[in-house]
């Protein structure tokens, strides 16, 4: 089992930075190979936006490719998602999902964040 928690969302104008950090706890945690930030806007489906890999890849969504960075700190067991120059059509709720070993997958709770223009 995997709990994960989102922190750091909020409003921001257009133009800013907000850090989203998702604390990893529970047993599994040391099988975790995947890791990834979705958002989910108002009347659309949740999208992938930045993914991490166990041996260090990334991957990013081309609407986010050179504003957002995923990283991994293993001291505090988060992985966070740097935004920068935030746009209001990057509002919506972000959740943080990891993969284990095995191929369950676990979500958090989701966090809002909202970016006004």
């Known amino acids: 089992q995997v709990d994960l928690v989102e922190s750091g969302g909020g409003l921001v104008q257009a133009g800013g930075s907000l850090r989203l950090s998702c604390t990893m706890s529970?047993?599994?945690?040391?099988?975790?190979?995947?890791m990834g930030w979705h958002r989910q806007a108002p009347g659309n489906q949740r999208e992938l936006l930045a993914s991490?890999?166990?041996?260090?890849?990334?991957n990013y969504d081309d609407s986010v490719k050179g504003r957002f960075t995923i990283s991994r700190d293993n001291a505090k067991s988060t992985v966070n998602l740097q935004m920068s120059s935030l746009k209001p059509e990057d509002t919506g709720v972000y959740f943080c999902e990891v993969v284990v070993y095995g191929g369950r997958r676990y979500w958090g709770q989701g966090i809002q964040v909202t970016v006004s223009s």
């Open positions: 529970g047993r599994e945690t040391k099988s975790i190979y995947f």
């Open positions: 991490l890999r166990i041996e260090g890849t990334t």
